[in-house]
């Protein structure tokens, strides 16, 4: 028997999986959820939602860096976060200019295509 850690969707489940002879394909004994571990806490935010300018995710993938801090003045086109995707590194950038009033994600966090990011004034 061997066990494994399978995570679908975001729930990590045990599995049990029972091999039986040689050349025969294993035979999964049972699988049961688990909890999942607790993220590391994350830095402050702003309130979400606080500027009236969205700045969303053109895709789907999880935030790499943050490149824009809560205050900092930003110009169009200035990047704010920067996106893995599909093995590439995508910036999100300020569709104006304008003042960062919230930084609505963290370094690590899994986002979809849309998502508010951060927020401008």
């Known amino acids: 028997m061997k066990n494994y850690a399978i995570?679908?969707?975001?729930?990590?489940?045990?599995v049990t999986v029972e091999e039986k002879g040689a050349g025969s394909a294993p035979v999964a004994?049972?699988?049961a959820p688990v909890a999942a571990p607790?993220?590391?806490?994350?830095?402050?935010?702003?309130a979400a939602g606080a500027g009236s300018i969205q700045v969303k995710a053109g895709?789907?993938?999880?935030?790499?860096?943050l490149e824009a801090s809560?205050?900092?003045?930003v110009s169009k086109g200035d990047p704010v976060v920067i996106i893995e995707a599909m093995k590439m590194e995508i910036p999100v950038v300020a569709p104006e200019d304008g003042t960062v009033?919230?930084?609505d994600v963290a370094v690590g966090d899994a986002?979809?295509?849309?998502?508010?990011?951060a927020t401008l004034n």
């Open 7 to 14: 995570t679908v969707n975001g729930t990590v489940y045990d």
């Open 29 to 31: 004994a049972q699988a």
């Open 38 to 46: 607790a993220a590391a806490p994350a830095a402050p935010k702003a």
């Open 59 to 65: 895709a789907a993938g999880k935030v790499f860096k």
């Open 70 to 73: 809560v205050g900092q003045n």
């Open 101 to 103: 009033a919230s930084i």
């Open 111 to 117: 986002i979809e295509s849309g998502a508010v990011l």
